[in-house]
């Protein structure tokens, strides 16, 4: 699985799991979850552990899903070459952190 800590908008489905995430100027689909799970404790990278008045542990929801590829965003290229990433579906490794919302893919497997 290649490693990534880039930062993602996710948008929910009705059973509040990832339905489709935007990475990179494209567009992807959930097509599954393969699992869902909790990581508490210092994930994080060591220097933004340490909060001010905080235990320096923090917790973070991750997903593991399926996912095909849509629309690229804002698509100057009309010549249909896709750009950037190459598959069309793939793994993804998703991670919401709780302390302040943000979502970001962490993983992939294509």
Do not use: C, I, N
Not at 59 to 74: F, I, K, Q, T
């Amino acid at each position: 699985m290649r490693q990534y800590d880039d930062p993602v908008e996710v948008r929910r489905g009705e059973a509040e799991d990832p339905d489709q995430f935007l990475w990179r100027g494209r567009l992807w689909k959930v097509r599954a979850v393969v699992a869902h799970w909790v990581e508490a404790g210092a994930w994080r990278p060591a220097a933004s552990t340490s909060e001010p008045g905080g235990t320096g542990t923090a917790e973070r929801e991750m997903w593991r899903v399926e996912a095909g590829r849509g629309l690229r965003v804002a698509d100057a290229d009309t010549d249909g070459h896709s750009g950037g990433h190459s598959a069309s579906h793939g793994v993804f490794d998703l991670s919401l952190d709780w302390a302040d919302g943000r979502w970001q893919l962490v993983g992939s497997q294509d």
